[in-house]
């Protein structure tokens, strides 16, 4: 009963803050999406498995479709196109005979689901993108918390060891034996991504931050991001961290004390990492026969006997899409490797392979857009520069399209970049009071 509350309580506060505004209904989504691992962890039922469903279900219901954008029409018209053909193949897929039916549904939301956020991302605005960022500075503090007590007191005691969590104990490979943390997601690889993928946003409230409390909030939340995916021990993520360290060195223009701030907190973590054999798996990315073996064993293992062998696909939920512990049983022929377009291509056939490469090429299209100067233009380079590594690297493992809260993010970050940016304020036009000649002052860069 209290899974099921929560799936209501989820649906209205969902629905409640999306009437508000598009970026305060995003930031109380993330806060479920933040809070689901853990949830499920601990409670046992069918229901606690909808809980970041339902609260999709009640931003996408509080959202107005219908409702244009006089100045965004042609905006997102390519972007919805996609979007439908998207969604329209796998659907057609559920009525095929492949896998039974609540399989293929349980498939069905794993392919579709978060799709419409395409949408939602090509209608963000200045004041959502500053919604959204500070909501998920504070959601990664929070986060952040948990994992340093789980460093302290043991995963056990936060995780129950359950057919739910056997990702989690699956991976004590960190030095010493110990456990990956994954915070309050359902995995450390869903803990990590999650963090490298809200560092973008943290950039730009840093820098587009209407007041000093905001811009303080990105500065403080960079660093506990980055220690977050040191004590996920996710390798990939920890590359894709240190690479916008960089990036925010190189390209952030800061005051004296600014920059010796930033480098003093740089300086520690990096500390932190060298002397504490629990923050160094990293360290294993110098072994190039690991690394050639672990793409090697995710790249062409079976993709093409799986094209030969299903071209029309195993049906929906067939091919690697994440099941509840208690469907697994009745999948047919499941089949199973670490390659999210072999995922794809297993469970939607050569024609859904062949409709998501073309929207990935289209994406890649779409880099003039991503990089027009803007208001944002060092937080939409790197969304999309992320989205594009996401792409790249989507051959070496599942969840791309699956991980919550991450999907999400990643997905509200391709269709914000794949369209051109608007600086018009998240709210009614029929509503919109006067401003004043100097509001637009408020969003001016805190490092110009």
Known sequence: MIALGLCILAFVACFWAGRRSLGQGLVMLFIFGYLYGILRANLLTAFSHFIFDAGMLGLFAATRWTQRDPSGKKRSEMLLLWTGLLIIWPTILIVLPFQPLLISLVGLRGNIFFLPALLLGSRLKDQDLVELSTGLALLNLMAVGFGAAEYVLGVPRFFPISPVTQIIYA??????????????????????????????????????????????LGLVAMPAAMMGILMSATRQNFIYGAAMIIFVVSTTKMKSKQRVLFFAIIVG??????????????????????????????????????????????????????????LQGQVRNPIGMENEYARILCEQGIVGLFIWMSFVLWFFSRVPVAFRKGRWPNTRRLVWCLAAIDWGTAFIGTG??????????????????????????????????????HAGRQYEPAFP
């Open 171 to 216: 991976s004590h490979d960190v030095g010493g034996g110990f456990y990956r943390i994954p915070g309050t997601f359902s995995s450390a690889h869903a803990f990590g991504g999650t963090m490298v993928n809200t560092f973008p946003y943290l950039i730009g409230l840093w820098t587009r931050g209407a007041s000093r409390f905001q811009r303080s």
């Open 269 to 326: 973590l990096a500390l932190a990492a060298l002397t504490n054999v629990r923050f160094q798996r990293f360290k294993s990315l110098g072994d190039s026969d690991l690394v050639a073996g672990r793409i090697a064993g995710s790249v062409n293992r079976t993709f093409w006997e799986i094209l030969t062998e299903y071209p029309m696909g195993n049906g929906l939920g067939g091919g690697g899409t994440s099941m509840p512990y208690f």
């Open 400 to 437: 791309l399209l699956t991980s919550i809260p991450g999907t999400l993010l990643f997905v509200l970050g391709v269709g914000w970049t794949s369209t051109p940016e608007t600086c018009q304020p998240s709210v009614d036009p029929q509503t919109m009071p006067v401003a004043p000649s």
